[in-house]
């Protein structure tokens, strides 16, 4: 998917799991097949996971997601990985890698949960809760997305010029114009800052699509308060995704700006993964759909 992407044979994923954690070496290894671009999954037994990244990552970085990751375990009313240990790089695999705990349930696609009233309940809560940690002084770190809308201009215009067969992207490249037009957030609130699809996780329980787990927290931080909003605009129809907005108490420019973050991520995804990841490709492109077809975004681009 990436050019330089690490290779890695389950053998000497084995062999490093073993090696690392020594305890663990009765456990049974299973790769688990994802639409996960950033690394490549080992299940450990039934409690455990391994996450090798796909291109190289230091040890204080993913020392850093592993205490970002526990902080948003303690406070998500959901569950959430856990982390269990770090590696370092070694000749043999050349990025260190992380184990964490395995939590249970599937990602829900762009379309499974669209009209459910119980899961756009669910992700209120979890967006709520989240918010609720103390910031304890931070501030935006300045990585990927979470300041403003308009830092992303460049990678913007060049999602557009390669997405022409994909998208209108005359009426994509206005609607994005007039969203980062609109007021930045007055202070930064603790956010997942990457609650797509496939970073969470449902279950069918009593006929409803509720939400299972929140995977990927490794990024968990301050950020503008809308960029969790993204869940709603991947994941909802119209009538669900009021119910997110009302739920979190979304003012008009914080949900416009939902929306603007959910196009800066699909725009990405559609063309990028056209070809290596077919299922990630198709969520962007629903998503742009989902976010043009949106009546009072309409209305900003006339």
Not at 98 to 113: C, L, T
Not at 133 to 140: E, H, K, Q, T, Y
Not at 279 to 302: F, N
Request: charged content about 25%; aromatic content about 6%; some cysteine.
């Amino acid at each position: 998917m990436h050019d330089g992407e690490l290779a890695l044979e389950t053998e000497v994923a084995a062999r490093l799991i073993t090696r690392r954690f020594p305890e663990l070496r009765r456990e049974e290894l299973r790769p688990v097949s994802s639409t996960g671009t950033v690394n490549r999954i080992i299940r450990v037994g039934d409690g455990l996971v391994a996450r090798f990244p796909r291109l190289a990552a230091s040890e204080p970085t993913l020392a850093r997601e592993a205490a970002a990751l526990d902080e948003l375990a303690a406070a998500s009313p959901f569950p959430a990985p856990r982390s269990y240990g770090i590696a370092a790089a070694s000749e043999e695999f050349d990025s260190a890698w992380a184990v964490q705990s395995w939590i249970d349930g599937e990602p829900p696609g762009p379309v499974r949960a669209a009209a459910s009233e119980a899961f756009a309940h669910d992700l209120v809560v979890l967006i709520r809760a989240l918010r609720s940690v103390d910031v304890r002084g931070r501030v935006f770190d300045g990585n990927g997305r979470g300041g403003r809308l308009g830092d992303h201009d460049e990678w913007v215009s060049e999602c557009l010029s390669r997405s022409a067969h994909l998208i209108d992207v005359a009426r994509t490249a206005k609607l994005w114009a007039a969203l980062c037009a609109l007021p930045p957030a007055d202070a930064p609130l603790m956010c997942h800052r990457d609650l797509t699809p496939f970073n969470l996780l449902v279950i069918e329980r009593d006929d409803e699509v509720r939400l299972a787990g929140v995977l990927d927290g490794g990024d968990f931080g301050p950020a503008d308060p809308a960029l969790d909003l993204v869940a709603a605009w991947h994941l909802l129809d119209a009538p669900t995704r009021r119910l997110v907005r009302d739920g979190v108490s979304a003012g008009e420019a914080e949900w416009q700006r939902g929306a603007g973050w959910a196009l800066q991520q699909a725009l990405g995804l559609g063309w990028y993964y056209e070809k290596s990841n077919p299922q990630m490709s198709a969520l962007g492109i629903s998503t742009v759909r989902r976010v043009l077809a949106d009546p009072e975004l309409s209305m900003l681009v006339g």
